[in-house]
């Protein structure tokens, strides 16, 4: 091939060339790609959280604050903080447990066990608020003898707690076997050899080594246990000021015709969740060099 | 500590890893285990320090029954391939992590653990990297810190699988000589697992052959070079040409073939195998000969020979570019080995160590 062919017509001279990566595209894709994606994320996701803010305040501040301490709705926000705060440290519990049986011990039966694992993600959260109304409800065996000694189940705190607790069974555990399976057992088992009981193993080994993904999947598991609605639906029974969440309060003011009450606890769920997000982008800023560090192990 | 190992058998559901390995190491013996991927070195490795259990069999150290006790109770430095050091934990930390998980009532002070890691950090020339990440270190590095983490509790023995597997040559000559020296300096009974025969002669005191789950040789380097056991150990040992050859008194016959260098062997009569190296075969000219050199090639150092012989065969063989003999391709030349190990397809004609080399 001679040499004049590789000449393009850009290589003029006095006029620079320009360069692109391999793998950049024609400025016109790039526009139309970068286009779609913004209106996409304009209409879905942001025009939404607007409109939520934008209605709450319809009436002002004063009127939605005043709609937020009213004793039904601070109950309803202390229910739904309350109901977050049990599921979460037991999800994280079963979730590393799960993730740690699966990943570092080989036994029959492990696929289906996986396959459990992943049930609440497939079954439908009505479904599932309804399997614990037959279970524990006043009409059942255990439901039965459990209100007889003053423990009821179904239309109470517990309740709510139990289908908070299934929904969001899958995250942590979803979040960790990937990560535990990747890093293997090698240095469990150097920690072994030195001398380390099993606690400190997982306490100085495991959990350091899989604490990123612990905390994307308790995250995870704070949204949807704040937002859950369908499964709490069926076993809480609504009783306003006692068992009606943040969600289900929604739901009860939007249906009665309430709207700045309604979108003003809409706009405080949505202002939790965003924290929530703060919290951990806030967290990933702040550790940015050790999450490089171990990426690059 | 010395370490005897009995009949021990270890199976992964229908594969069998290890069939009876029986063993001895001395006190502060420095000892390889070579052998093949799949040769389940790795495995009777992690038996010794308690990471998997053997079917039957005994393992027996300094008199106390060691399948008895947990990894823990083992008091094990074990160096892994891959290092696997502790990614959220500086180097110093890293090395001082077996002293800082004792029961609080064993555990060293901290001005102790502070020492005792400097000590390390200086044996193993890596005091500037203390306060470093395992992230931020080479390869090279990482291994010194892993070794400096295992010699940190002054284990009873000291386990290394493929220490140097990961690294490049020229670290690895470096690291193998300052293993030595470290190992010298602690004394402490070291194993170690390679497939790289050039290590593990150059690195222990014996060396253990291991194929197919079975020890096939146990001996120096020497004795292993000098006498390799089996059709297996030398073609191990780099022995990559099998030719036909008839045995007669202990000398091996075939057309071609000059084995005026080698010494008898105790095999019986008849059909065998020779086994050769590349390196140590020397061509003489001889028109009778069926071997017809047939390709050369070089590398700058060595000469690479391809030569065509009966039905077909093909050999390598090389030779020192200095020095080499006028070489044309087409010429018919004679097969004089320097080196070789013959067995009979009868087997050795008496239970004596056979004898099967030239200087």
């Given amino acids: 091939m001679s040499d004049a062919s590789l000449i393009t017509p850009d290589a003029r001279p006095g006029r620079p060339r320009k360069f692109r990566a391999a793998t950049a595209e024609a400025a016109p894709a790039r526009l139309a790609l970068i286009g779609i994606a913004l209106t996409g994320v304009a209409i879905l996701i942001l025009a939404p959280l607007a409109t939520v803010f934008a209605e709450a305040l319809a009436d002002g501040w004063a009127a939605a604050l005043a709609s937020l301490t009213k004793p039904d709705a601070r109950s309803a926000i202390q229910l739904t903080l309350l109901i977050t705060a049990i599921a979460l440290p037991l999800n994280a519990a079963f979730g590393v447990a799960a993730a740690w049986l699966i990943t570092k011990f080989d036994f029959r039966g492990k696929a289906f066990l996986i396959t459990l694992i992943d049930l609440p993600f497939s079954v439908s959260p009505v479904v599932a608020g309804l399997c614990i109304v037959l279970l524990f409800g006043a009409n059942s065996l255990i439901g039965g003898w459990l209100v007889a000694h003053g423990l009821p189940i179904v239309f109470a705190i517990p309740g709510i707690v139990l289908a908070t607790v299934f929904v969001t069974f899958p995250f942590v555990a979803r979040e960790l076997i990937p990560v535990m399976i990747e890093q293997g057992r090698t240095e469990e088992e150097v920690a072994l050899t030195l001398g380390a009981s099993g606690w400190r193993v997982f306490w100085t080994v495991t959990l350091p080594n899989i604490r990123w993904a612990l905390l994307y999947g308790a995250l995870l598991c704070t949204a949807r246990a704040m937002g859950e609605f369908g499964a709490v639906a069926v076993v809480s029974g609504k009783i306003r000021g006692k068992t009606a969440t943040m969600p289900i309060t929604i739901e009860m003011l939007y249906n009665e015709y309430l709207s700045v009450a309604a979108f003003s606890m809409a706009a405080a769920l949505t202002a939790l969740a965003l924290i929530t997000l703060t919290l951990k982008t806030a967290l990933e800023l702040r550790h940015a060099d050790q999450l490089a560090a171990i990426r690059r192990h | ?359």
């Avoid at chain 2, 020192?320 to 070489?327: E, Q, T, Y």
């Avoid at chain 2, 391709?329 to 097969?335: D, K, Q, T």
Wanted: with cysteine; glycine share 10%.
């Fill in chain 2, 1 to 359: 500590m010395t370490i005897s190992i009995t009949g021990l058998t270890k199976s992964f559901d229908a594969t069998q890893v290890l069939r009876g390995i029986d063993l001895k190491v001395e006190d502060g013996e420095l000892l390889a285990l070579l052998g093949p991927s799949g040769s389940g070195k790795t495995t009777l490795l992690r038996i010794i320090a308690g990471l998997e259990w053997p079917d039957a069999g005994q393992l027996v150290v300094a008199g106390q029954d060691w399948l008895a006790l947990p990894a823990q109770k083992r008091r094990i430095g074990f160096v892994f391939q891959h290092y696997a050091l502790f990614p959220h934990m500086t180097v110093r930390d890293n090395i001082a992590f077996g002293l800082t998980v004792r029961p609080r009532s064993e555990r060293p002070a901290p001005a102790q653990i502070d020492a005792t890691v400097d000590n390390l950090l200086n044996l193993l020339q890596i005091p500037h990297l203390a306060d470093r990440f395992p992230g931020q270190l080479s390869g090279g590095q990482r291994q010194r810190v892993a070794l400096g983490r295992a010699l940190a509790i002054q284990p009873a023995v000291l386990l290394l699988d493929e220490p140097f597997g990961a690294l490049d040559a020229a670290i690895r000559r470096d690291l193998r000589r300052w293993l030595r020296e470290v190992h010298e300096k602690t004394g402490s009974t070291t194993i170690f697992v390679t497939h790289d025969q050039e290590e593990a002669f150059e690195l222990a005191d014996r060396v253990v052959v291991m194929g197919d789950g079975q020890i096939s040789q146990i001996g120096t380097a020497d004795e292993i070079h000098d006498h390799p056991a089996s059709a297996f150990v030398a073609q191990f040992m780099g022995a990559s040409i099998t030719l036909p050859v008839t045995l007669r008194g202990g000398r091996a016959e075939a057309p071609g073939l000059d084995a005026r260098e080698l010494m008898t062997c105790a095999e019986a009569d008849g059909p065998g195998q020779l086994h050769l190296r590349p390196d140590s075969i020397a061509l003489e000219s001889d028109p009778a000969s069926p071997w017809v050199l047939t390709r050369k090639d070089s590398n700058g150092t060595d000469l690479r020979l391809v030569l065509t012989g009966p039905d077909d065969s093909q050999i390598d063989v090389d030779l020192p570019r200095r020095g080499a003999p006028a070489l044309v391709v087409g010429g018919h030349f004679r097969l004089r080995p320097l080196w070789g190990a013959m067995f009979s397809d009868a087997g050795p004609v008496a239970p004596a160590a056979p004898i099967r080399l030239s200087a």
